[in-house]
């Protein structure tokens, strides 16, 4: 059973960065698509960003376009979201999540919560002055 594991999440001030991190420990993150979601307090879950198994395909949310960077180790065994220019909406539970390349677009997968099959347990993000 794939188990993801975040890291990174903390307080910050508007305009300041935070980078997250998602560990598998066991088993091989190099044949799946990854991504990251949000859920903020009274919202639905949603895509931030996502990127397909080979890296070479990405997908973002249009509200961190340009602000946001999803990349992969695949050494390492690790994808991270590295978050620059924080605002005040972008506060929330951050997943990662895991799943085998099926025929969708990443960008559709990226738009469907429910199609990811693994999921780390969430870090929080809170940017406040």
């Known amino acids: 059973q794939l188990q993801l594991v975040e890291s990174g999440g903390g307080s910050v001030q508007p305009g300041g960065s935070l980078r997250l991190s998602c560990a598998a420990a066991?088993?091989?993150?190099?044949?799946?698509?990854l991504g990251w979601f949000r859920q903020a307090p009274g919202k639905e879950r949603e895509g931030v960003s996502c990127?397909?198994?080979?890296?070479?395909?990405?997908a973002y949310a249009d509200s961190v376009k340009g602000r946001f960077t999803i990349s992969r180790d695949n050494a390492k065994n690790t994808v991270y979201l590295q978050m620059n220019s924080l605002k005040p909406e972008d506060t929330a539970v951050y997943y990662c999540?895991?799943?085998?390349?099926?025929?969708?677009?990443?960008?559709?997968?990226?738009?469907?919560?429910?199609?990811?099959?693994?999921w780390g347990q969430g870090t929080q993000v809170t940017v406040s002055s």
């Open positions: 066991d088993i091989s993150l190099d044949y799946y698509v």
């Open positions: 999540a895991a799943e085998i390349p099926r025929w969708q677009t990443v960008q559709a997968m990226c738009g469907i919560p429910g199609a990811w099959s693994y």
């Open positions: 990127m397909s198994s080979s890296g070479g395909d990405t």
